[in-house]
């Protein structure tokens, strides 16, 4: 008896892991954790439908300024972002491979937030995806105050 409430508990745990990796949750949230910041818990949807009104501004002055510094974890599907300017942000965009964006409500200077890859939606409707290494992170950009500022993004 032991050993199949062992077996169920197991079974139990690897279903939440695999969907804790695919980012499904059954309610339209992009993950089962919800973020920390309450600005940032939206539906896939909503994600999705806020990207889709968005461009990469091409033409938008780019900035050299080290506004922002990132880690990411392809494991856990995340990046940590740090504001390291003087001020705060507000409605901030956010931008991977010139493709994938999320708007930033608010960004309160010397603080960071934990963005997951599927909080990154491009204009049909997809999610960041790495893909297993065929999609790999190129660019990290925020555009802000009309600027476009190159993020420094390590791997963890």
């Excluded at 892991?17 to 818990?41: E, F, H, Q, V």
């Amino acid at each position: 008896m032991k050993a199949y409430i062992a077996s169920i508990c197991g079974g139990f745990v690897t279903v939440t892991a695999i969907l804790a990796m695919s980012g499904c949750t059954g309610d339209g949230r992009p993950t089962i954790i919800p973020n920390s910041d309450s600005t940032l818990r939206k539906s896939s949807t909503e994600f999705a439908a806020d990207a889709a009104k968005r461009s990469y501004e091409v033409t938008a002055p780019k900035s050299h300024d080290a506004i922002a510094r990132a880690q990411y974890n392809v494991m856990e599907r995340q990046f940590e972002l740090a504001n390291l300017s003087n001020s705060d942000w507000q409605n901030i965009e956010i931008w991977v491979n010139q493709k994938y964006v999320v708007c930033v409500p608010q960004f309160d200077r010397n603080t960071g937030k934990t963005l997951n890859f599927e909080l990154f939606y491009d204009s049909g409707g997809h999610h960041f995806e790495t893909d297993h290494g065929n999609n790999p992170v190129r660019s990290l950009q925020i555009y802000q105050g009309g600027k476009m500022y190159d993020v420094v993004a390590t791997l963890e």
